[in-house]
């Protein structure tokens, strides 16, 4: 398969999933349904909600310059908020596209050499999953006789038990075969592997390392706090408890990731979260909608702007290298 053809998949996949997921969830749930929700919601917690994704992207972008520090490199901070939102932006078109992006704004604006910026962005990323697998894990931890009364009721006990054990076991099995294995396949996992773990201990040899992990903690605690303040714009989700938040912002995270910006995918995920806690399916769908297209119309008009204006803001430094080079 040549590169054309994965790249076309890499895009259509998304895409069609999101197709297939927008008509399953109304044709369970019309648009009838929840328009009502739409003009009953109180949009003061969405703004607020908003403010606090905001305030996660700038932090963002503050963030990366620790990481190009210890490089020699010294990154404006209006050059940084740019490529960040360009980098949302363009992952709406073509998932994980915003991160080449990213790098070349650096490359062209900062005179960073492009491995190099993409090295930081591959280390952020895995910055951000380790926090995302501590959210988890607290979830896991708050909500755990929850989670396994769930289990139980749709698996026996005794087949949870041994199904613990085969996924050890599995585990296990694939770890030996990594670690001994001289195929292609161990190697690229042995090397992934090792990559996230350089990533990760990298950031303990950060001059500013505290002040990195603040930022990356404050990004995603505002990224929850989001979520959770929007529930307060519909009504019906009043009381809602804080597992279902936690479970559905974890379930929401992953569907931004995997497709273009979570379309259609993000509020059916918010939909099957809620729904383990009963609640109704159409004000959660309704959330669902609101807090994505609110996100994304931030996204959309400040990475829209952002592409207009970063060559402006650089364009003195542009005319300076042009009249060096005459």
């Known amino acids: 398969m040549n590169k ?24 369970r749930i019309p648009v009838s349904d929840i328009i009502p929700y739409f003009e009953s919601a109180n949009y003061s917690w969405i703004i607020l909600g908003v403010f606090c994704g905001l305030l996660s992207h700038l932090s963002r972008a503050y963030r990366w310059k620790y990481m190009l520090e210890p490089m020699g490199y010294s990154l404006r901070f209006p050059n940084s908020i740019m490529a960040v939102f360009i980098t949302y932006l363009a992952n709406y078109g073509i998932p994980r596209s915003g991160e080449v992006l990213r790098a070349a704004v650096l490359t062209n604006y900062e005179d960073v ?20 697998l501590g959210i988890i894990a607290i979830t ?123 379309i259609v995918v993000y509020p059916l995920a918010v939909v099957a979260a809620f729904s383990i806690f009963n609640i109704p399916e159409a004000p959660s769908l309704a959330f669902g909608w609101i807090i994505w297209s609110a996100q994304t119309f931030l996204i959309i008009i400040l990475g829209s702007l952002s592409f207009i204006f970063l060559p402006v803001y650089n364009r003195k430094k542009t005319t300076i290298k042009i009249n060096k080079t005459n």
């Open 140 to 262: 896991l931890f708050l909500q755990f006789d929850f989670i396994y009364n769930i289990l139980a009721a749709s698996f026996q006990p005794i087949k949870l038990i041994i199904g613990g054990f085969v996924a050890l076991g599995a585990f296990a099995i694939l770890f030996i075969y990594i670690t001994k294995s001289k195929s292609k396949i161990a190697l690229k996992i042995k090397q992934f592997i090792k990559g996230l773990v350089e990533g990760v201990l990298s950031i303990f040899k950060m001059k500013h390392k505290w002040a990195f992990i603040f930022h990356t903690l404050f990004i995603w605690g505002m990224y929850l706090l989001m979520f959770y303040i929007s529930t307060f714009a519909i009504v019906e989700l009043d009381n809602i408890p804080v597992g279902a938040v936690l479970i559905a912002f974890i379930a929401a995270s992953f569907t931004i990731a995997a497709t273009n910006g979570g």
């Open 113 to 132: 050499p492009f491995e190099k910026g993409f090295g930081t962005i591959i280390a952020e990323r895995v910055a951000d999953f380790v926090v995302l």
């Open 4 to 27: 054309t053809a994965k790249k076309t998949i890499k895009i259509l996949i998304p895409l069609l999933l999101a197709f297939f997921f927008g008509w399953y969830t109304f044709s």
